[in-house]
């Protein structure tokens, strides 16, 4: 089978494996209890949700990747990791756990990657006129893979908020590293990257909103595991100057979400593991957006940042970097726009209950 062919096929068949597994993990979380009860102000959903949708996801994604991946050392470790990430994904969405429990098992998972000979060994030296042209991790190799691996794997798992936004995330990340994948020649990366989106694809008509399931953290930290070593595998090996970017540009929206969300709770003197609402969605629902529309503006985001990963992996430097100033700029006048809609909207109602006549509390 020729491989473009095969990538086709693979997408195909983890959409398919994921999309009619579906309802049956659906019943199966509502057997077992595996419910999402809306009981906090972080939960924008009002009725009970079953839990337990990554396995629909992961039962796509790993059939697809056994058929028709070759499978490597390296793969191998990935798809180990990935079994030990569900299991303990899919038991804190029967009974949740200790937040360090299990930040415990995706350094594990993580680890397992590693020994397999998932590890970024070196950079390529930002500095274009200075030597050397590669700058090596050495020791420090193995500890900095396992933190890519482990906060890409919480990233996921901290934007999925919103029905259908971290699936739909996800999503545009998975096609964006295919396409780069593509560029460079890197197969075996396309073919697991062509079956989590294909996998993801076949779960998001149960995901979108009103959510007749959740994916859960068997599904969210899945995805972050596979994209955080997938893209360790291909996007780290680029030659070009500029390629240290294009990983960081991917997987943007997920990284700054939880960067965020660690400085604010630190600054608040707060564990910086503990919920909050203060993410990136739960801020555009705040500005009066409703879910649909939130989703969608962060799905633009996604996929323009994820433009602009492939317009780095295959520009020159200049351009790239033109190209990154430019969105960043675009990014901060977005901010203050934001922010002054957000003033603008709490002084209008500020100034409506001041006009409001005193009808001495009766009903």
């Not at 979380?29 to 906090?40: L, Q």
């Not at 989106?197 to 995901?207: D, L, R, S, V």
């Amino acid at each position: 089978m020729p491989d473009y062919v095969k990538i086709v096929v693979a997408a195909a068949v983890a959409l398919a494996l994921s999309l009619s597994t579906t309802p049956a993990v659906k019943r199966f979380a509502n057997h077992i209890g595996a419910i999402d009860v809306p009981k906090d102000s972080r939960r924008v959903h009002t009725k009970p949700i079953p839990r337990l949708g990554g396995l629909a996801i992961f039962i796509g994604f790993l059939l697809s990747v056994l058929l028709f991946a070759d499978i490597t050392e390296q793969i191998r470790g990935i798809l180990i990791g990935a079994v030990i990430i569900v299991i303990i994904g899919a038991i804190d969405d029967v009974k949740p756990m200790r937040a360090y429990i299990k930040l415990i098992f995706q350094v594990i998972a993580a680890l397992v990657a590693v020994l397999f000979g998932v590890v970024v060994d070196a950079f390529l030296n930002p500095f274009a006129f200075s030597a050397p042209e590669y700058i090596s991790l050495g020791i420090f190799s193995i500890p900095i893979t396992v933190v890519w691996i482990v906060a890409i794997t919480n990233s996921v798992n901290l934007i999925d908020g919103l029905d259908g936004l971290a699936v739909g995330v996800s999503t545009i990340s998975s096609i964006v590293m295919l396409v780069i994948a593509l560029l460079v020649s890197d197969l075996s990366g396309a073919v697991i990257l062509a079956a989590l989106a294909g996998a993801c694809i076949g779960f998001m008509p149960y995901n979108f909103n009103p959510a007749k399931i959740f994916m859960g953290d068997s599904g969210a930290l899945l995805l972050g595991y596979v994209l955080a070593t997938v893209s360790i595998l291909g996007l780290f090996k680029f030659y070009a100057v500029i390629s240290l970017a294009v990983p960081f540009l991917v997987l943007a929206l997920p990284l700054l979400d939880t960067a965020f969300a660690f400085l604010r709770r630190l600054v608040r003197g707060k564990n910086p593991l503990s919920p909050d609402r203060g993410h990136f969605h739960h801020r555009l629902l705040d500005m009066g957006l409703s879910q649909k529309q939130a989703v969608v503006i962060l799905y633009i985001i996604s996929g323009l940042l994820g433009l602009v990963a492939v317009v780095v992996a295959t520009s020159d430097e200049l351009r790239a970097l033109i190209l990154i100033a430019s969105v960043l700029i675009a990014a901060v006048i977005a901010f203050f726009i934001f922010k002054g809609f957000r003033k603008s909207k709490k002084a209008k109602k500020t100034e409506n209950e001041a006009q409001m006549p005193d009808d001495g509390g009766s009903r």
